[in-house]
């Protein structure tokens, strides 16, 4: 495998300061998933109200990026939905689209895709730490996610060995498990749900679709990110066919088997929108998330993908005695000069 995050200077070149600074990042971010949930809820509520509490944590700004006006039209269905758990005492059901197991490549055709957990990981279970214990103030029936893999769309479209991103999982668990939440979080994936034969495309409709695609230099650069390698515009297009044919399946079988309300890392027409991490709402599956300094001097995540990594000066650290040890590393990126 792979190991993840970019790096293009040696540790010894960063500032101790740094390096402490990350260090208490680090320590923070997974002190926030063993923090204790309030025992008791502020209120006695009707499970109608709950779920509107409910919902209006979800919604607000450390959990989404949408704004009220925006999630107006998912109240209805989401409060309904949190109620019927609500209703008989049990934790509040949650899937959340979290990628196809892998990471996609910085560089294409250069640096390959990662099938390594690491820092994204490790946030999106601070995040719903953080998120499990706010709701803890409202409900104390608790709350449930599942991580959703769609790893046999990654199969479909890319032709990624599902051995790669069951490793993948693996070591997910295994992160879980390291952190404290497995009473929380635990996965739902594609290879594991269903078999690939239901995810055999036609050709003929492959090629009859990719005919719709015109894509434009930036739609050959996302392709090429999730391939791993340079590929043609022709190519571009029967991928992105490809792609669209293996989600409309994803979602059919899916809708089997969520019992919950569904959530992507970026809202879509349909999901509600949950940040990977406080300040996010990209796809972290696009890239590496990786730490750098923001305006006020402090240490926040940012996604560094295909587009941007040159701009970044990177540097791995390692802390064997704060990070769990299925994750070998965090990187630290710094803006270039000029």
């Not at 990209?282 to 001097?297: A, E, H, K, N, W």
Request: net charge negative; glycine share 8%.
């Amino acid at each position: 495998m792979t190991e993840q995050g970019p790096q293009d200077q040696d540790s010894q070149a960063l500032p101790d300061t740094v390096r402490e600074r990350v260090a208490l990042f680090i320590e923070q971010t997974i002190a926030n998933t063993q923090a204790p949930t309030s025992e008791t809820p502020r209120t006695e509520a009707s499970p109608e109200s709950t779920a509107s509490a409910i919902f209006d944590i979800l919604t607000g700004r450390r959990f989404s990026s949408l704004g009220r006006k925006r999630t107006a039209p998912f109240w209805e269905p989401v409060t309904e939905r949190l109620a019927t758990n609500i209703r008989p005492g049990e934790p509040v059901h949650f899937y959340y689209d979290v990628g196809p197991g892998y990471h996609a490549s910085l560089r294409p055709g250069i640096d390959e895709l990662t099938f390594t957990v690491g820092l994204s990981e490790l946030l999106i279970l601070s995040q719903i730490a953080s998120f499990r214990r706010r709701v803890s103030e409202v409900y104390a029936g608790g709350v449930r996610f599942n991580l959703v893999i769609d790893n046999l769309c990654g199969l479909a479209t890319n032709g990624v060995a599902v051995d790669d991103t069951t490793a993948y999982c693996a070591d997910l668990r295994s992160l879980i498990s390291a952190t404290g939440m497995s009473d929380t979080v635990g996965l739902t994936v594609e290879s594991e749900a269903f078999s690939p034969p239901g995810y055999e495309l036609s050709e003929e409709e492959v090629t009859r679709d990719a005919t719709r695609f015109d894509p434009s230099p930036k739609d050959v650069e996302n392709v090429e990110r999730f391939l791993g390698r340079r590929c043609s515009v022709e190519e571009a297009a029967e991928r992105m066919a490809r792609y669209e044919l293996a989600t409309a399946t994803t979602e059919r079988l899916l809708a089997g088997v969520v019992k919950g309300v569904r959530m992507t890392q970026r809202a879509t027409s349909g999901t509600l929108g949950f940040r990977p991490f406080s300040g996010g709402d990209s796809r972290t599956q696009c890239g590496q998330v990786v730490l750098t300094t923001g305006s006020s001097q402090k240490i926040r995540p940012v996604l560094l993908t295909s587009q941007n990594v040159d701009d970044y000066v990177s540097t791995r650290l390692t802390f064997p005695d704060a990070l769990p040890p299925v994750v070998s590393h965090v990187t630290y990126s710094e803006r270039r000069d000029g």
